[in-house]
């Protein structure tokens, strides 16, 4: 069972675009992460956000959590070929796992 | 060692055999987690360890899955009377002390039972 939906599932966009990801869920998380995953490698972690509302910004990439803390967006400026890749949500509650999204495949095209 | 290592990257077993998957997880770190991820998928939860038992086993599909960690350090995810469902990629992840710390993943190992 995956507590968590992301859309859109794929996205293939031109180099230079933007592009935001999605992550819902009727359950509220104490926290929510996000990673980056290439093929054949483990999900690489980018970003924990724990507060209602939070925005956190990491490079071109921008990662905001719900005032309720149900859902996040991930957004991306300027994709960049080495942006592609699978992007999963993951949200958990304290002191117990994370559970994952269905994941985003992301591809920019040069 | 530096990162969590998984043995084997691949296994190729026939229906019905038994299998074992290993992960080293980073040292000194006191939780663990197994997810399996098909192909495009996000990883399904599986067992998640702290210490040496097992905190939470929900995700395990069923009683022919079973996972341990003796000493609180590697971990063996075992699986008997294999099928062709549970073909996936297993992850296995660790981190410092509990999940809302970061988490650091293996590269998996790769499952194929034909």
């Known amino acids: 069972t995956q507590l968590l939906e992301q859309s859109p599932q794929f996205l293939s966009i031109q180099e230079g675009e933007n592009l935001t990801v999605y992550c819902n869920s009727s359950?509220?998380?104490?926290?929510l992460q996000w990673y980056r995953q290439e093929p054949g490698e483990g999900p690489v972690l980018l970003v924990t956000?724990?507060?209602?509302?939070e925005v956190k910004k990491l490079k071109r990439l921008t990662f905001q959590f719900g005032d309720a803390r149900k859902d996040s967006s991930l957004h991306i400026t300027a994709a960049q070929p080495g942006d592609t890749g699978l992007y999963l949500c993951a949200g958990g509650w304290t002191g117990n796992q994370f559970y994952f999204g269905t994941g985003t495949s992301l591809t920019v095209i040069p | 060692g530096a990162g969590v290592s998984q043995t084997p990257s691949n296994k190729v077993t026939e229906k019905g055999k038994y299998v074992e998957l290993r992960c080293d997880p980073i040292?000194?770190?006191?939780?663990l987690y197994w997810y399996r991820q098909s192909l495009g998928q996000g990883p399904e939860f599986l067992i998640y360890?702290?210490?040496?038992?097992?905190?939470?086993d929900s995700g395990l599909p069923n009683d022919r899955f079973f996972a341990v960690r003796p000493e609180g350090s590697v971990s063996t995810l075992k699986i008997q009377r294999t099928e062709r469902g549970d073909s996936a990629v297993y992850l296995c992840?660790?981190?410092?002390?509990?999940?809302?710390?970061?988490?650091?993943f293996g590269q998996g190992t790769r499952l194929t039972v034909v």
């Open positions: 359950s509220v998380f104490s926290s």
């Open positions: 992840a660790s981190s410092k002390n509990r999940v809302d710390t970061e988490a650091f």
């Open positions: 040292s000194g770190h006191t939780a």
């Open positions: 956000v724990v507060t209602g509302g």
């Open positions: 360890f702290q210490g040496t038992g097992a905190a939470d």
